[in-house]
């Protein structure tokens, strides 16, 4: 069965440092990943996902992701962060075959103004 | 208009009560999904529904009984209701295959067993 792992459950930053937060997932095969951001007392949303073609992918909000197939991750960056990306981050796997998307545990981020 | 809607947006009820939570989607899409979401913002899918059949039970209490009465509504009912369940709970919609497997979620509803 696939997994999903986030190396970071908590990451506090100041306003402006950069982001990278850590996404690797077990499955070999062809995978399609997703980054949902929950932001305080709110439901997911859809950040970016990653289906083919360019593994540099663009979401919103300045942030963007990197496949890399030979290490199985999906990290993702936000060059300089601000107090309102404070949230939950989770990150999701799901193979062709599989009903369903893994998630990740997630990872808290607060932004100290 | 909202794409995935629940209703109620807030539960508080005593141990050992019945209660259901609505989901409807108007997105067109042909699966939808339960999440329990526990206060350590874990997130863990507890059924999938595609064409209201069931296809996924990841081994949630038979306490918990999803209906589906059309593509478009998953209900969620829950018997005998423990401590244990308080929690937020997650409807999603999708459809499967291509680039169209982004899941939309609902608002939530933060359940609480007193």
């Known amino acids: 069965a696939q997994s999903v792992s986030q190396h970071n459950h908590h990451v506090i930053l100041s306003e402006a440092a950069s982001l990278e937060l850590g996404c690797n997932y077990s499955?070999?095969?062809?995978?399609?990943l997703f980054w949902y951001v929950q932001y305080p007392g709110q439901h997911l949303q859809l950040l970016l996902k990653y289906f083919s073609g360019d593994p540099l992918v663009k979401g919103i909000k300045g942030f963007e992701a990197e496949f890399i197939k030979s290490k199985f991750s999906f990290n993702l960056r936000k060059p300089s962060v601000q107090w309102s990306d404070t949230a939950e981050y989770f990150c999701?796997?799901?193979?062709?075959?599989?009903?369903?998307?893994?998630f990740g545990d997630g990872t808290t981020l607060t932004v100290k103004p | 208009d909202t794409a995935v809607s629940q209703t109620p947006k807030y539960l508080v009820t005593q141990m050992g009560n019945d209660k259901s939570i609505k989901c409807e989607q108007n997105?067109?899409?042909?699966?939808m999904y339960w999440y329990k979401q526990d206060s350590k913002k874990f997130l863990k899918i507890m059924f999938s529904?595609?064409?209201?059949?069931?296809?996924i039970n990841e081994t949630v209490p038979n306490r918990f009984s999803p209906k589906s009465p059309d593509k478009a509504h998953l209900n969620l009912h829950i018997n005998s209701l423990e401590l244990g369940d308080s929690a937020v709970y997650f409807c999603?919609?999708?459809?499967?295959?291509?680039?169209?497997?982004?899941?939309?979620f609902g608002p939530g509803t933060r359940l609480t067993v007193l």
């Open positions: 999701a796997v799901k193979t062709p075959n599989a009903g369903k998307s893994t």
């Open positions: 997105l067109g899409h042909d699966t």
């Open positions: 499955y070999g095969g062809t995978v399609n």
């Open positions: 529904y595609n064409n209201k059949e069931l296809i």
């Open positions: 999603a919609s999708s459809q499967a295959g291509g680039d169209t497997d982004t899941q939309y």
